[in-house]
């Protein structure tokens, strides 16, 4: 239970899916204490992870006479989480906050680590405004994951695909090999720990990203540039969104690209990069390449995104100098290597592996 008292007022943060889906669990296992705590519910998605939103999250702080005692609670996936932690750390300098993810995405990677903000630029750059600001508590409730549609599911297993790869063959063969329909037994919630434990120890040694941490880029480079595209390409009026996913048969029509998506294709396509540069293993590439497939689909890009996807990687935050692309590759499972600069021509060839697929 959460002990509450010493914060003046407590306030709520969430969107309206999770508002929806998990009000009633927050408030029967964690909170206790109904409708004590003024609410803010934002719209839901990525597309909501803006300037604007954290001016909302500001101005219901003031209008409700937030002082530096008060506690915002994020209640939701990495978008709210990302969100709240940057709106509370920088709300009269800084008040403390709560993190309790509901995605699994956001239980195994966003709610921990200290890294908040939101999209920001033009083109849209990801994450491209934000600090580092702790949580005060992160709350794992597992009874969340009973609503999360199956998309969101494989989204946060992208992320927990991508520490196993960090870690060792063997956590990755144990995840590679799991049914993915079984994500409320014991053994899931193992794996869940598990995934968490290994963030947690990296961030641990490097809270500020200098060294160690930026190990937990793998996949992302190439990843955060489709996101990025996907969301440009949102905001066109023909484009709609379509995944296919094994866990459901039917095709799911999506305001936004789910996170994880984009990064199990950067993880293939990193993977490929690693190959090519480190002497990844080409068997290990083909069978991240397959798993992708069977369970998430073809990347959403074909040839004539390249550029675009290149322009992006080249604005990447991750890049030191101007122009040049960094990447973590892996020189085995288990053993990543940060900070490698990738040519544009070594990045269009990733890409065309996997267009291939
Ligand atoms: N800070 C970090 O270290 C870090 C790490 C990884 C990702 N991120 C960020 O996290 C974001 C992605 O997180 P996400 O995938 O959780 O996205 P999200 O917060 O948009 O959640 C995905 C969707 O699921 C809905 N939802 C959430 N919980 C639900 C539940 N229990 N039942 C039903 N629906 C539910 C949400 O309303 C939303 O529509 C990205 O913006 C990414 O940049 C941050
Ligand atoms: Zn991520």
Same mark, same amino acid.
């Given at each position: 239970?959460?002990?509450?008292?010493?914060?003046?007022?407590?306030?709520?943060?969430?969107?309206?899916?999770?508002?929806?889906? /998990?009000?009633?669990?927050?408030?029967?296992?964690?909170?206790?204490?109904?409708?004590?705590?003024?609410?803010?519910?934002?719209?839901?998605?990525?597309?909501?992870?803006?300037?604007?939103?954290?001016?909302?999250?500001?101005?219901?702080?003031? +209008?409700?006479?937030?002082?530096?005692?008060?506690?915002?609670? =994020?209640?939701?996936?990495? #978008?709210? /989480?990302? *969100?709240?932690?940057?709106?509370?750390?920088?709300?009269?300098?800084?008040?403390?906050?709560?993190? #309790?993810?509901?995605?699994?995405?956001?239980?195994?990677?966003?709610?921990?680590?200290?890294?908040?903000?939101?999209?920001?630029?033009?083109?849209?750059?990801?994450?491209?405004?934000?600090?580092?600001? +702790?949580?005060?508590?992160?709350?794992?409730?597992?009874?969340?994951?009973?609503?999360?549609?199956?998309?969101?599911?494989?989204?946060?297993?992208?992320?927990?695909?991508?520490?196993?790869?960090?870690?060792?063959?063997? &956590?990755?063969?144990?995840?590679?090999?799991?049914?993915?329909?079984?994500?409320?037994?014991?053994?899931?919630?193992?794996?869940?720990?598990?995934?968490?434990?290994?963030?947690?120890?990296?961030?641990?040694?490097?809270?500020?990203?200098?060294?160690?941490?930026?190990?937990?880029?793998?996949?992302?480079?190439?990843?955060?540039?489709?996101? &990025? *595209?996907?969301?440009?390409?949102?905001?066109?009026?023909?484009? =709609?969104?379509?995944?296919?996913?094994?866990?459901?048969?039917?095709?799911?029509?999506?305001?936004?690209?789910?996170?994880?998506?984009?990064?199990?294709?950067?993880?293939?396509? +990193?993977?490929?990069?690693?190959?090519?540069?480190?002497?990844?293993?080409?068997?290990?590439?083909?069978?991240?390449?397959?798993?992708?497939?069977?369970?998430?689909?073809?990347?959403?890009?074909? /040839?004539?995104?390249?550029?675009?996807?290149?322009?992006?990687?080249?604005?990447?935050?991750?890049?030191?100098?101007?122009?040049?692309?960094? /990447?973590?590759? *892996?020189?085995?499972?288990?053993?990543?290597?940060?900070?490698?600069?990738?040519?544009?021509?070594? *990045?269009? +060839?990733?890409?065309?592996?996997?267009?291939?697929?």
């Amino acid at each position: 239970m959460l002990d509450l008292s010493k914060y003046d007022r407590v306030f709520l943060l969430t969107d309206e899916q999770v508002a929806a889906s /998990c009000l009633p669990v927050f408030y029967s296992t964690i909170m206790h204490q109904p409708c004590m705590a003024d609410q803010l519910i934002l719209p839901s998605g990525e597309q909501h992870k803006t300037l604007a939103s954290v001016q909302r999250i500001w101005d219901f702080l003031l +209008e409700n006479h937030a002082t530096r005692s008060s506690l915002l609670i =994020n209640l939701g996936g990495g #978008v709210i /989480c990302d *969100l709240g932690g940057f709106a509370a750390a920088t709300y009269m300098r800084g008040i403390a906050f709560i993190n #309790v993810p509901t995605t699994l995405l956001a239980m195994v990677d966003a709610a921990a680590g200290g890294k908040t903000g939101f999209d920001y630029g033009s083109p849209l750059i990801k994450n491209s405004i934000g600090l580092f600001a +702790e949580p005060v508590a992160t709350i794992y409730e597992p009874a969340f994951l009973a609503t999360l549609p199956p998309e969101q599911l494989l989204s946060g297993y992208a992320e927990m695909i991508k520490h196993a790869a960090l870690q060792s063959p063997q &956590a990755l063969a144990e995840l590679l090999n799991h049914d993915l329909r079984d994500h409320s037994s014991q053994v899931f919630g193992e794996l869940i720990n598990r995934s968490v434990a290994f963030k947690q120890s990296i961030v641990e040694q490097d809270l500020h990203d200098h060294g160690l941490r930026q190990i937990l880029n793998f996949g992302h480079t190439v990843g955060h540039a489709i996101e &990025a *595209l996907m969301l440009e390409k949102s905001k066109l009026p023909t484009f =709609n969104f379509q995944l296919s996913t094994t866990l459901n048969s039917q095709l799911s029509t999506l305001n936004s690209f789910p996170h994880g998506y984009c990064v199990m294709y950067g993880i293939v396509a +990193e993977a490929y990069l690693s190959h090519l540069i480190c002497g990844l293993p080409a068997e290990v590439v083909s069978t991240l390449s397959r798993f992708m497939l069977e369970n998430y689909g073809a990347a959403p890009i074909t /040839c004539s995104d390249y550029d675009a996807l290149l322009a992006l990687m080249q604005h990447d935050k991750k890049n030191k100098e101007q122009g040049t692309i960094v /990447c973590t590759l *892996l020189r085995s499972i288990g053993q990543p290597l940060v900070g490698q600069t990738v040519t544009p021509a070594q *990045l269009r +060839e990733a890409l065309e592996y996997l267009c291939s697929l």
